[in-house]
């Protein structure tokens, strides 16, 4: 079946340096997609989103880039904090009969180097 | 954004008996929500959808008279794991959604012994 997947499972970047954690997905259905960060033992956060009209989003410290043409998704990360250290999840939202169903990808370990 | 509780955090359990979860929308109504288990480093896996006043949608393999699913009011949905077995010890994470937003409780979890 169709799914989200990342590109990379682990990211290690030195604080105050930029992130970039990229994600690939392959349902052409898709029209909005979050991304959510996990700390440890904690439930997913909501970080940012974008629907499949827009190719760029920004936040605060955050910026999430869409490209339909290649189905990707990317979120970087401004001046990485040793508080972003987490596990990243992009998801998809696309319709499935009569609901909109939310499809995880696998995740990437983000750690942030003193 | 919208505030997700689940109760308990954490829990201990011994083999056959059952476990209760609740999870509350605190600041808006839910008419839908959803119930996930995570293993040790891997993806959130949507376990059932539950609705509100009618029975829950559950996903491929997962055992609805295993996992009982409640949802009797706009704001609360119970998941009870019923003789929970080592097996089930997981990360149990519920989801509400605002709009098209998912937005997650902070997680129970069961250890089964």
């Known amino acids: 079946g169709e799914s989200v997947g990342l590109h990379l499972p682990t990211l290690s970047v030195q604080e105050g340096d930029n992130s970039i954690i990229n994600c690939a997905y392959s349902n052409s259905a898709s029209d909005y997609f979050i991304w959510y960060k996990q700390e440890s033992g904690k439930g997913p956060q909501f970080i940012i989103d974008i629907r499949s009209n827009m190719d760029k989003r920004q936040g605060q410290r955050v910026t999430v880039l869409l490209n339909k043409t290649v189905k990707h998704l990317s979120l970087q990360i401004a001046a990485t904090q040793p508080g972003d250290s987490a596990v990243y999840f992009c998801?998809?939202?696309?319709?499935?009969?009569?609901?909109?169903?939310?499809?995880f990808g696998s995740g990437t370990q983000l750690t942030v180097l003193p | 954004g919208a505030v997700v509780s689940q109760h308990p955090s954490r829990v201990i359990c011994k083999s056959g008996t059952s476990v209760k979860i609740e999870c509350r929308s605190l600041d808006f109504q839910a008419t839908t929500m959803f119930w996930y288990r995570q293993f040790p480093k891997q993806s959130l896996m949507l376990m059932a959808t539950?609705?509100?006043?009618?029975?829950?949608?559950?996903e491929q393999g997962v055992e609805k008279d295993k996992f009982l699913i409640n949802h009797a009011s706009l704001t609360l949905s119970t998941l009870t794991v019923t003789s929970a077995h080592p097996e089930d010890s997981s990360f149990y994470i519920c989801s509400a959604r605002v709009m098209e937003t998912q937005y997650f409780g902070p997680g129970t979890r069961l250890l089964v012994l």
């Open positions: 998801a998809e939202i696309a319709r499935s009969g009569s609901a909109r169903q939310l499809t």
């Open positions: 539950s609705n509100e006043g009618s029975k829950a949608t559950y």
